[in-house]
């Protein structure tokens, strides 16, 4: 149980497109959903967080009109990246959770952002 | 502020040779703790988790941490490495009390020397 899956897992794209990537909970309820991204060899960083419903929450220095964040049903929340640029190649990670799994995040397999 | 710090960003050790891998935490309230996995090009797997309770936590694939509130530390450790526990693996902190935010240490790649 407690599956998270991303679509797609590997995507390039010329520079000045939008890219959406989308995060499903296969086997739960997702309330919250979280976004992070990942610089080569680097941590993950935590860019918003978005609750059924409502609008995303988004970390300080994060563009929210750059990074959409739509979180319409309780299994899916879509990250679009617009008028993508080189300097937005990385690795985006989903997590997702639901009440009363005591703070676990479920992780989906992460989306490699590639624009040229 | 919650953070995490893990000491060492690259470990090597022998097949079958201890694995200890250092993480200490800044939290201003009781905090939950999380060590996950990530192998190259996919997303984070949970290895172990402390909430509250037993403070030596164990979790999948013979790794075991320890909350040691005194010294802020939850170091994760395995008595004999394998080959397959080649990967990058992350500490984590969260606030108690429902705030759910993560925040991830800088990561340690674990290699090992057959």
């Given amino acids: ?116 | 502020a919650q953070s995490v710090t893990q000491l060492g960003s690259h470990v090597s050790v022998s097949e079958g040779a201890l694995v200890l891998l250092r993480c200490n935490y800044s939290s201003s309230v009781p905090p939950y703790l999380f060590w996950y996995v990530q192998y190259p090009n996919q997303g984070l797997q949970l290895l172990l988790k402390y909430t509250t309770g037993a403070t030596l936590v164990k979790g999948i694939n013979g790794f075991e941490a320890e909350f040691k509130k005194s010294e802020t530390s939850f170091h994760l450790t395995k008595p004999s490495a394998h080959m397959s526990d080649a990967a990058e693996y992350f500490c984590a902190v969260s606030y108690n009390f429902g705030n759910e935010k993560l925040t991830f240490g800088t990561g340690t790649r674990l290699t090992i020397i057959p």
Avoid at chain 1, 34 to 62: C, D
Avoid at chain 1, 98 to 107: I, R
């Fill in chain 1, 1 to 116: 149980g407690a599956v998270v899956s991303q679509h797609p897992s590997r995507v390039i794209c010329k520079s000045g497109t939008s890219v959406k990537i989308e995060c499903r909970s296969l086997d739960f309820q997702a309330t919250t959903m979280f976004w992070y991204r990942q610089f080569p060899k680097q941590s993950l960083m935590l860019m918003a967080t978005s609750n059924e419903g409502s609008k995303a929450t988004y970390e300080q220095g994060v563009e929210k009109d750059k990074f959409l964040i739509n979180h319409a049903s309780l299994t899916l929340s879509t990250l679009t990246v617009t008028s993508a640029h080189p300097e937005d190649s990385s690795f985006y990670i989903c997590s997702a959770r639901t009440s009363g799994m005591n703070n676990e995040q479920f992780f989906g397999p992460g989306t490699r952002l590639t624009v040229l």
